[in-house]
């Protein structure tokens, strides 16, 4: 059976650092309630000019060194974004060109911030049926750009970065010992599309619009779906939570993070958190998480990583796989 097992992780993230105490001189907010109530301390805004493509092509050649392989060596890239550089083309195929791929294929996908699972998903499908052998999957966001500076439910929770991982064709046994990505597990409910969206868009507005948030809404429907989505695709691997090596949680809300962990009983020392340092990334952050742990060397090989996120759609899913 053929598995897709990561080979190579790579992020970037722009270089401006704004602090909590930044939104203090033009909003009524404080470090404080931004830090209790979402655990976030710090987030990345691109600067004027930079784009998403920017961020997605950094972290795409760190993936490339992390693996030791040419960007003529990738068979597809599948980007999610829900910030796209232009409404078209794709901002997979800027990627796909400044890598030096003149074959294959590229393409985004937009799940907003389960962005990232549905990509691994698409990928892990890709490879088993043979279409692609190596695929860039890609997270990258500037939700900077769709942010209304004068709304502090939802300015001070965003963030810019991208994060990419790079997935091979390899031989497995078809059992949850082999490398690799075991088992996917997706979602989406459109009845619940008020609660997480951007209020603009080609065919409606003309424009890019603002992200609008019901945030308690969306707060009660992640902690639900997303233990429920974990639980399913370990279920789907053959696995319980006892096998988990490291949770890597769609990094949106530290409370989120470790209500789910609680309910799917994975203790918070395996539990991947970035969120105090990049905010919410929206697609970025799981790869983005994936690929700081695996430079500071957390990530052995054969651990058990459980991936899972929810956003605007809703749409939520989660992965599970053999490092
Ligand atoms: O990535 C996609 C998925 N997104 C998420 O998972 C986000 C889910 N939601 C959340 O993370 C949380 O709901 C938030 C962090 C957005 C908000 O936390 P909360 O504990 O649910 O707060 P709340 O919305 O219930 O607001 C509590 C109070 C309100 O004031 P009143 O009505 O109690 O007087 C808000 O107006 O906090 C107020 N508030 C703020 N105060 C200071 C809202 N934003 C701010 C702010 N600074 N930035």
Known sequence: MIRAVPRGTGHYLPVRVVENAEFEKTLDTSDEWIRSRSGIE??????????TSDLAIAAARAALLDAGLEGSEIDAIVLATATPDQTFPSTAVRVQDAIGMRGGFAFDIQA???????????????????????VMVIGAETFSRILDFTDRTTCVLFGDGAGALI????????????????????????????????????SSTGTAGAVRM???????HAVIKLAQTGAAALKKAGLDTTGIDWLVPHQANLRIMTMTAQKLGVPMERVVVTVQDHGNTSAASIPLALSVANAEGRLRKGDVILVEAIGGGLAWGAAVMRW
Do not use: N
């Open 214 to 220: 019901s945030g308690q809404e969306v707060f009660k």
């Open 42 to 51: 710090r987030r990345h805004f691109a600067h004027e000019g930079e784009k």
């Open 167 to 202: 997935l091979e064709a390899a031989e497995g046994e078809g059992s949850a010992e082999d490398r690799g990505i075991l088992a996917t597990d997706l979602h989406s409910d459109g009845r619940y599309s008020d609660l997480l969206y951007v209020d603009g868009g080609p």
């Open 112 to 134: 907003v911030c389960a962005g990232f699972v549905f990509a691994l998903a698409q990928a892990d499908a890709m490879i088993r049926t043979g279409l692609a052998r190596r």
